[in-house]
């Protein structure tokens, strides 16, 4: 079991306020609210085109919010109220508490023209400004832990989408995120792949307090590690319960239909 279990009382860490988003004029989440607790896992599952990647996109930064608002830690993310107005917050201040969030994207996202080791240290030294030597010493402590110390120097190109991947949640870890969002990360795999990737990320799950927010189609997988799931349809959360509750016994029919579509 995990070192801590969030409760009630632990602190929110994301905080979605109203969110709007819409691309042109179509509105993808409409004054969406939800909190992830410290320590919390959450999973968003929803049919397709739902918005689970873009609420991992906003919390990333790699979106902007239409309108409404991100806390991280209870302190306004990228726009905050000043003199009754939303505006957006300094890049600056943005920035350094964007290095507490670490993503991993379905398609590995790794720089090709680096060896494992370098697309590891590259943020820690260049964002974080760690020695390179420290640098080295806990990205060797993370392939360790990601079963791939004999890759230090393998380019990505030679490494099977499995190790790509793995190589990927080390890279996010080296960062030492509080808050780490997976967005589909087996979906680009070979079925013969999966298990090795779900078998790391159910070790971090066990063995850290890192918040994560997750969307994946490997229900069992989420069932095992979610403290909590979020159904989502057309950008709004129609069921939110413990994934005993959700996977066994739903209350909406949105949410039966779906899963039985996907189980
Ligand atoms: N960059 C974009 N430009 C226009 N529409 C987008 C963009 N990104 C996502 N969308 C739209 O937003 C909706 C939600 O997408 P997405 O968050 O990717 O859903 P999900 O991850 O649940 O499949 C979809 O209708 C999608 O087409
Ligand atoms: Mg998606």
């Known amino acids: 079991m995990p070192a801590t279990e969030p409760t009630e009382r632990t602190a929110p860490v994301i905080t979605f306020e109203n969110v709007v988003k819409r691309f042109g004029d179509h509105t993808v989440l409409d004054h969406l609210n939800f909190e992830v607790r410290k320590g919390e896992r959450v999973t ?153 990737v779900l078998g790391v990320l159910r070790n971090i799950a066990e063995n850290t307090d890192i918040t994560m927010l997750i969307v994946t189609h490997e229900m069992q997988f989420a069932q095992e590690v979610s403290h909590r799931v979020l159904m989502f349809d057309q950008g709004r959360i129609i069921e939110d319960a413990e994934p005993s509750v959700m996977f066994t016994n739903p209350q909406e029919k949105r949410t039966k239909d779906f899963l039985q579509a996907v189980l």
Not at 92 to 109: L, P, R, S
Not at 131 to 159: C, I
């Open 44 to 196: 968003l599952i929803g049919p397709s085109g739902s918005g689970k990647t873009t609420i991992l996109r906003l919390v990333m930064t790699l979106e902007d919010l239409t309108d409404g608002f991100i806390y991280i830690n209870g302190e306004p993310f990228t726009y905050e109220m000043r003199n009754g107005r939303r505006v957006e917050r300094r890049p600056k201040d943005v920035a350094k508490v964007a290095t507490k969030i670490g993503m991993v994207f379905q398609q590995f996202n790794l720089f090709p023209n680096m060896t494992v080791l370098e697309n590891i240290i590259e943020a820690p030294v260049h964002v974080l400004g760690k020695s390179k030597g420290e640098a080295v010493t806990r990205a060797k402590e993370l392939l360790d832990l990601v079963g791939l110390a004999d890759k230090v120097d393998a380019h990505p190109s030679r490494l099977s989408g499995g190790q790509q991947q793995r190589v990927a949640i080390a890279r996010a870890l080296a960062m030492d995120p509080e808050i780490l969002l997976l967005d589909e990360v087996t979906s680009a795999l070979d079925p013969e792949l999966v298990g090795e």
